[in-house]
């Protein structure tokens, strides 16, 4: 399976904030769209960063709620690991599993089309196992 598989399924709507926007800002996106990650983007398409509710409660420890107001620029991850539609999702689910993030945008021709996260990779796994258990159960039952 693919990524443009999961993408196909789950849509390609990415929630996006330009790096200016504040934290609390950021919070009603998460929210508004019940997510976990959004990508940075100053135009949408380019990716700046990403930054998730993880990110917000722990630089909100360190600094307090005044956090709340400053830029999104201020705590998101500016090294991003992105994906491309035509990748396996088995190879994404190990790279996920082994640097421990759980979202990845998408990227294709420089321009961000899609999010995955570890739940669509997890779910696509188990649509999988259930379609080989239907067509092992479908032979099983035809063998004279």
């Known amino acids: 399976m693919r ?12 929630a ?25 983007s100053p135009d949408g398409a380019s990716i700046a960063g990403i930054v998730s509710e993880r990110d917000v409660v722990r ?40 640097h421990r993030f759980r979202h990845v ?3 294709e021709d420089g321009r961000l089309t899609g999010i995955v996260s570890i739940g669509d990779v997890v779910k696509s796994a188990i649509d999988e196992l259930q379609s080989e258990r239907e067509h092992l159960v479908g032979y099983i039952q035809n063998v004279p």
């Open 3 to 14: 990524i443009r598989d999961i993408l196909r399924r789950k849509g390609d709507t990415v």
């Open 16 to 40: 996006t904030v330009r790096p200016e926007a504040t934290v609390r800002q950021l919070l009603a996106v998460l929210a508004e769209h019940n997510i976990g990650a959004v990508v940075v």
């Open 59 to 98: 630089r909100m420890h360190e600094r307090g709620a005044g956090l709340l107001d400053r830029p999104v620029s201020e705590i998101m991850t500016v090294e991003v690991r992105s994906c491309g539609p035509g990748d396996l999702v088995e190879d994404l689910r190990r790279t996920m599993t082994e």
């Open 105 to 107: 945008p998408v990227v």
